[in-house]
């Protein structure tokens, strides 16, 4: 996370919404709302994954959601797990992209 610059958080989150690790970059009072959004986001994760099986072009593998606070980049490990990245705006979406790719390979 240290190697990604503007790196706020990694979240492992299961498809229930229960997050399984977390590590946050530093405390602020808004942090919570990311994690709440990330949950939230499970319903759009399973509806994209969902229309992909429908339309023949196979699961989702990544999804990202970018707002005017922050980038969240979202990819499934396994089935029921996904590793979630929290970027500042001004933060590498390439690299954070990248080490969510490799570590979504070790699972």
């Known amino acids: 996370m240290t190697s990604t610059v503007g790196s706020l958080a990694v979240l492992i989150m299961g498809t229930d919404g229960i997050d399984v690790a977390k590590v946050w970059q530093s405390v602020e009072p808004g942090q919570a709302n990311f994690e709440i959004a990330i949950a939230e986001s499970i319903s759009l994760l399973k509806n994209a994954n969902r229309t992909g099986g429908d339309l023949k072009i196979e699961k989702l593998r990544e999804m990202t959601i970018s707002t005017q606070n922050a980038i969240i980049i979202l990819r499934f490990v396994g089935q029921d797990y996904f590793l979630a990245m929290v970027l500042s705006p001004e933060g590498n979406f390439g690299r954070g992209?990248?080490?969510?790719?490799?570590?979504?390979?070790?699972?």
Do not use: H, V
């Not at 990248?98 to 699972?107: D, K, Q, V």
């Open 97 to 107: 992209r990248l080490r969510i790719a490799l570590c979504g390979t070790c699972s």
